[in-house]
């Protein structure tokens, strides 16, 4: 089991930035992969980015990230927190969404609870 806590959502203007974090313990060393997701009522959830664990030969780690955020958000890992962030700038409103961090195991997935992003034009 890996449980997740997501914070740092709210309002921003567009073109702002804003910075969500998502602690997560419990059973880490079965993480793969840490994920942000987001999700529009009435919508799917969208995969916005992953960051891998960290290859213990080459201690580097991969980025994956969605069209729509490449070269506005950038997910980072702070191994000694457990801890992931999704820095956020240049929003739009477009971005508006609830946004969930995911762990994705051996096990199977593991979501938090959400974190609610707003941004005004």
């Known amino acids: 089991q890996v449980q997740l806590v997501e914070s740092g959502g709210g309002l921003v203007q567009a073109g702002g930035s804003l910075t969500l974090s998502c602690g997560f313990s419990?059973?880490?060393?079965?993480?793969?992969?840490m994920n942000w997701f987001r999700q529009v009522p009435g919508k799917q959830r969208e995969f916005v980015a992953a960051?891998?664990?960290?290859?213990?030969?080459?201690?580097?780690?991969?980025?994956t990230y969605t069209d729509s955020v490449k070269g506005r958000f950038t997910i980072s890992r702070d191994n000694a927190k457990n801890t992931v962030h999704l820095q956020m700038n240049s929003l739009k409103p477009e971005d508006t969404a609830v946004y969930y961090c995911?762990?994705?195991?051996?096990?199977?997935?593991?979501w938090g609870q959400g974190t609610r992003v707003i941004v005004s034009s």
């Open positions: 419990g059973s880490v060393f079965s993480i793969n992969t």
């Open positions: 995911n762990a994705y195991t051996m096990t199977g997935d593991f």
């Open positions: 960051i891998t664990m960290v290859d213990p030969i080459s201690s580097s780690s991969h980025t």
